[in-house]
């Protein structure tokens, strides 16, 4: 039993490392796109896009078809597999950004 629980353990604290990672890279798009993908005006926001069009749109930055100011550049700093993770961080952020509850 106790085993299961260390094994547990070690599973969330690595799925909490993977999420911390990815929540980093997502925060190198905030220069532009504004803190967790909220936009505050001139560049699009992020959060709430859909996961599939994100991936689409970074790998034809990737390759080019795309072309950008900064982002053909960017995208190429980040692998197929870390792409999708960013774009799926995104995709489950609200498209509102959530209003901050006063007390």
Not at 84 to 96: D, G, K, R, T, V
């Amino acid at each position: 039993m106790a085993g299961l629980f260390v094994s547990l353990l070690g599973a969330t604290s690595l799925a909490n490392a993977q999420s911390l990672q990815i929540k980093q890279w997502a925060a190198s798009c905030a220069a532009c796109h504004g803190t967790d993908g909220y936009s505050e005006g001139g560049m699009a926001s992020l959060a709430g896009q859909n996961k599939a069009e994100m991936i689409k749109k970074m790998n034809e930055y990737k390759t080019g078809k795309r072309v950008a100011t900064i982002m053909h550049q960017l995208s190429k700093g980040y692998t197929d597999e870390q792409i999708e993770q960013i774009s799926a961080y995104f995709a489950s952020l609200p498209a509102e950004k959530p209003v901050a509850k006063t007390k």
